[in-house]
């Protein structure tokens, strides 16, 4: 779950700042949204948070923010795509954000998606990180043999995409 302690509008300002984006007062807000959600959040959502935000402006800034890296995208299986933008990314004290992986947390039944925090990073490194820190098999190195197993030779993984679908603490407390 998100702080609510962070002043969102200067997290996303700084974090622009220290991008390859102009530093505009759309990407600001829209940053700053996806900074304060819990969850990540659809176009409807963000344009619901911001009224006053033409549609295409809206679609633009998030398309900016997904493309520098400050936000990810998540296809849902309702055919809408929803945008966060990690907290971790503005915790990390330089004020850049860091590419990560991540898994996801779909709710089934309202079709909200969680970002889950904290998993070990190691787990989604590349096969040359993983040779240089010594470590076991990486989860990508056994998906990718999976991958070769099923498939054959020649395939190659470039993205990993880990969803947990289920119900939300609100959804499954509605279901007692």
Do not use: W
Not at 151 to 176: M, P, V, W, Y
């Amino acid at each position: 779950m998100k702080k609510n302690a962070h002043d969102y509008p200067a997290l996303a300002e700084g974090q622009l700042r220290n991008s390859a984006l102009r530093t505009t007062d759309a990407r600001i807000k829209v940053l700053a949204a996806l900074l304060g959600a819990r969850h990540a959040l659809s176009h409807q959502d963000v344009q619901d948070m911001l009224p006053g935000m033409d549609r295409v402006t809206l679609y633009r800034a998030l398309d900016g923010l997904t493309d520098a890296g400050l936000a990810h995208k998540i296809s849902g299986d309702d055919r809408v795509f929803r945008y966060s933008a990690g907290l971790e990314e503005a915790e990390a004290g330089d004020g850049h954000a860091h590419q990560h992986q991540h898994g996801h947390f779909k709710c089934t039944r309202c079709a909200r998606v969680f970002c889950i925090e904290n998993v070990d990073e190691k787990l989604f490194t590349t096969d040359m990180d993983a040779r240089k820190a010594g470590s076991a098999a990486t989860l990508r190195q056994q998906l990718q043999k999976i991958l070769h197993s099923t498939l054959g030779k020649g395939f190659q993984s470039h993205d990993i995409e880990l969803t947990i679908k289920g119900l939300c603490a609100d959804c499954a407390a509605q279901s007692r």
